[in-house]
């Protein structure tokens, strides 16, 4: 009896993908370019489908520490052309380490994944780094659930703890006289400021218009009355 095959398809929604950090410092340049595509592809998932992009991304940090095996840095040569007749640029393994390192790796991967428009949205999800740093914290910490904390807020010293303690207790005693003077001088304190306000308003402004109309004008004198 034949078996009948059936495709299968993996849902969006079950998709969900990781985040994985590969140090390339003290790895062989062909073994980790083929773990890389591996996991590009995602031949390490139970529901891997070769027609769909179920992949994880991949981040590789230091890249100009990657190794090769035998004479590669001198023997290795990388050929690319500049569109002009007889503008063909080569560059060995060593030059491209020193100048462009992240280049190595993903050319290794690059022939090791599907020829196609599935290859291509595969390749950009590997982050290649020359050096030991990435910026994709958030995103290795989201996948594995682990919250970034907050930093602690720094200790206060002793002294500012004894001066500020200091000035706290001082503060109901200075308020405390400031109301007993005012009230031994026989008017309020919250009295005081308020009969304060309408004089200092008053030497702002001048004096107001209803002053003005209740002051009496001075009537002229007429010639005939001096007489």
Known sequence: MQLQRVTKHTKRADLDPKWHVMDAD??????????IAGILQGKHR??????QIVGDFVIVVNARKIGTSGNKLTQKIYYRHTGYIGHLRSRTLAEMLERFPERVIEQAVKGMLPRSRLGRQMLRRLKVYADGMHPHEAQVNAGTGKAKQAPEAPATPPRRRLAAASAAAEAPAEEAATATAAFESGQPAAEEAAAEKPARAS??????????????????????EDA
């Open 26 to 35: 003290g790895e062989r340049l062909g073994r980790m370019a083929t773990r």
């Open 203 to 224: 030497r702002r402004r001048g004096t107001p218009a209803a002053a003005k109309q209740e002051t009496p004008a001075e009537e002229p004198q007429g010639e005939g």
């Open 46 to 51: 139970a529901d891997y489908s070769r027609h």
